[in-house]
């Protein structure tokens, strides 16, 4: 039985008459069985007319796990005890087993096989040109399938045999511990329901890991599923190797663009220091002429100083002498009787202020005033 | 969605397997490329930038050295009417002691002594020539004659002046010594300086 969530499971199955039953099942809630949801029976002229008869029912659908199973003419089916190995090295083993158990040179036969248990191997031998005919058939119907297999290679239980189905035959373990093998039917009631058992293996998904020996199938007979999937993967495959040879392109050339800007600019650069460089002795000569020509004409104006003595005076003060030069004024005045109305005024002369002021009184009572005028707002040294 | 990527893994394992290391090789790829675009975007902007940054620097430097030089040209340029042009002001070995002579006659003062100009190279076509001279005269005459000779041109600069009371007794009458100085400038020195003759 199908144990926990399995997807649904649609199994073709078709007898020597051509009877064609198709069954859409999908697993119950919390492990149960088969919920059946579709059924259709179809009998035809041919298998690819019974089978596209079934496949035409709208629960069929290429999505579900799809497996066909039937009468297969010309075919033998046995197990082999071997000794546990992959499925490679089962098949190299099988080449030298083979032609001592097939009735006939193993070239004209398609042999199939699937581990069964851990210690031997069920094989399905069919004529190829049989073969080829479920194929043929298979293909015309338009059905596309994980897997076609013999009733015989879908068994899990101990012994089956399918009337109408497989003809003469049951698939039989004679004694416990015994291999299967193909046998006739015993005279009691051993029967199979073949669409459950093939039901049972088609979703058990065991065959899944053997499929490639058990149900090698042409790839126009392979179901394509996820298709939207593959194309978005292969549209994001194709966008992120896009994006990235545009962003190395768009790199690139913003290198390039960036590199030919700063190319330019140091180019800039270099010329205007060059051009700086080139200037720089003619500016510094004429810069050493500048200076020389501003310290010869940095000489004081002496006519505001004498203009503003001549009329800034007290009456009691007369200048005795009056020199410019050095920027500044030297004064010597003589002041008779008080000298402070004369130094009041040299504090306030306009345009000037006192840098140094020194007095002497003489014998005579004069007071001799000894100043030193710098231009105001002139920083002092 | 889950039961059928299951299935999908079961069935086509290799495909799947295909596709991922598909992706995740665009992934890699993807990144790898970002990477390097990345690192290979800092490394030659970075060294580009470095020198853009250095080149920048020493020319602004250069340029505000340029800019502290020009200050006094600027100045010089400025005052062009402190200066004596020869080509406009005339020759100075004749004209300066002329200009003398005609503002204490204009000012009523009695040039007692003038003396011979002497030179002083400050440059090529650019020198500093002084006359010294000794007067006397009322103090008006000597208020007259120093705004005479600073309207008659302002580059008439006093060295030093030395003004003292002839009498101590008659203060208004005053003796005048001083070096009168005036800075003057050949044209090719001017076309240097100025741009012009």
């Known amino acids: 039985m199908i144990r926990g969530k399995m997807p649904k499971v649609a199994v073709v199955v078709w007898d020597e008459n051509y009877r064609v039953k198709g069954i859409v099942v999908s697993a119950g809630r919390g492990g149960g069985g088969f919920t059946r949801l579709s059924e259709a029976d179809a009998e035809a002229p041919s298998l690819a007319a019974g089978l596209a008869e079934v496949w035409a029912q709208p629960e069929f659908r290429e999505a579900d796990v799809i497996m066909l199973s039937g009468f297969m003419p010309e075919s033998v089916c046995f197990e082999l005890p071997l000794p546990p190995a992959g499925y490679a090295q089962l098949n190299g083993l099988l080449q030298f087993e083979l032609p001592r158990r097939l009735p006939c040179p193993p070239s004209e036969l398609k042999v199939f096989f699937r581990r069964v248990g851990t210690a031997a191997v069920r094989v399905f031998a069919i004529r190829a040109p049989q073969w080829e005919k479920v194929v043929a058939a298979v293909r015309e119907s338009g059905i596309r399938c994980d897997a076609i297999v013999h009733p015989f290679m879908a068994v899990t239980e101990e012994f089956a045999y399918f009337p109408g189905f497989v003809p003469g035959l049951c698939f039989r373990q004679s004694e416990p511990d015994k291999l299967m093998e193909p046998a006739l039917p015993p005279d009691e009631a051993i029967s199979g329901d073949l669409p459950e058992t093939v039901l049972n293996f088609a979703a058990s998904q065991k065959w899944s890991a053997a499929l490639k020996y058990l149900s090698p199938l042409p790839p126009d007979l392979k179901p394509q599923r996820f298709r939207c999937l593959k194309a978005a993967l292969a549209l994001l495959l194709v966008l992120c190797l896009g994006s990235g040879v545009a962003l190395g392109l768009r790199h690139w050339l913003d290198n390039r663009e960036r590199d030919s800007l700063i190319g330019q600019a140091l180019d800039g650069f270099d010329t205007a220091l060059a051009q700086q460089t080139q200037a720089r002795p003619g500016l510094e000569e004429l810069n050493a002429l500048a200076v020389k020509m501003l310290e010869a004409t940095g000489e004081i104006d002496p006519l505001p100083g004498v203009a503003v003595l001549t009329t800034a005076l007290p009456e009691n003060a007369w200048i005795i002498n009056f020199r410019s030069g050095g920027g500044g004024v030297m004064l010597t005045l003589l002041a008779t009787g008080s000298s402070g109305p004369l130094v009041n005024k040299l504090n306030a002369l306009e345009g000037f202020e006192v840098d140094s002021l020194r007095q002497q009184l003489n014998p005579d009572g004069a007071v001799t005033v000894y100043a030193t005028l710098k231009p105001k707002g002139e920083k002092q040294p | ?197």
């Open chain 2, 1 to 197: 969605m889950i039961s059928r990527l299951k299935i999908f893994w079961k069935e086509k394992r290799s495909q799947a397997v295909l596709i991922i290391a598909l992706a995740l090789l665009a992934l890699v790829s993807l990144y790898v490329n970002l990477g390097s675009i990345h690192r290979t975007a800092a490394a030659p902007s970075a060294d580009g930038e470095n020198e853009l940054r250095l080149r920048r620097r020493a020319l602004s430097s250069a340029m505000i050295e340029a800019q502290k030089l020009e200050i006094p040209i600027r100045q010089v340029a400025a005052s062009r009417q402190l200066f004596w042009l020869t080509a406009t002001d005339g020759d100075p070995a004749t004209e300066f002691r002329k200009r003398i002579e005609a503002a204490t006659q204009y000012a009523g003062l009695t040039l007692k002594s003038i003396g011979a100009m002497q030179k002083t190279k400050l440059a090529d076509g650019v020198e500093c020539c002084e006359i010294t001279i000794a007067a006397d005269g009322k103090s008006d005459a000597v208020l007259k004659f120093l705004a005479a000779l600073r309207d008659s041109g302002k580059y008439f600069f006093w060295k030093n002046l030395t003004l003292n009371p002839d009498n101590i007794r008659s203060p208004q009458f005053l003796m005048l010594n001083g070096t009168i100085k005036i800075v003057t400038v050949e044209p090719a020195a001017a076309q240097k300086l100025w741009g012009e003759n």
